[in-house]
Nanobody, 113 residues
Framework: QVQLVESGGGLVQAGGSLGLSCAAS????????MGWYRQAPGKQRALVAR???????YYTDSVKGRFTISRDNVKNTVYLQMNSLKPEDTAVYYC???????WGQGTQVTVSS
């Protein structure tokens, strides 16, 4: 089974940027859609962005214009570039192979005001 490993989280000031990576142990091209989710303390895990094999993307309203999702099926990696970060973006960010139950372990993103 493919395993997903997120990296790139950390502490950043409001207005700053971070780039997350999700590296897969196997091919991601067989997964039509790959997604990034986040879970803030006391809240449910929620979809942030997803990308299809054809490059189609979806973003939740709160991150539109600030976050960019991309995927590299040769490197088997999914990326999330996060700009203009806000304190409300603070959460653990998870990568998921959509339509499967394959999740990464998560990476913490903390945005200070």
């Amino acid at each position: 089974q493919v395993q997903l490993v997120e990296s790139g989280g950390g502490l950043v000031q409001a207005g700053g940027s971070l780039g997350l990576s999700c590296a897969a142990s196997g091919s991601i091209s067989r997964f039509y859609s790959m997604g990034w989710y986040r879970q803030a303390p006391g809240k449910q895990r929620a979809l942030v962005a997803r990308i299809t094999n054809g490059g189609g993307t979806y973003y939740t309203d709160s991150v539109k214009g600030r976050f960019t999702i991309s995927r590299d099926n040769v490197k088997n990696t999914v990326y999330l570039q996060m700009n203009s970060l806000k304190p409300e973006d603070t959460a653990v960010y998870y990568c998921k192979a959509e339509a499967s139950n394959i999740w990464g372990q998560g990476t913490q993103v903390t945005v200070s005001s």
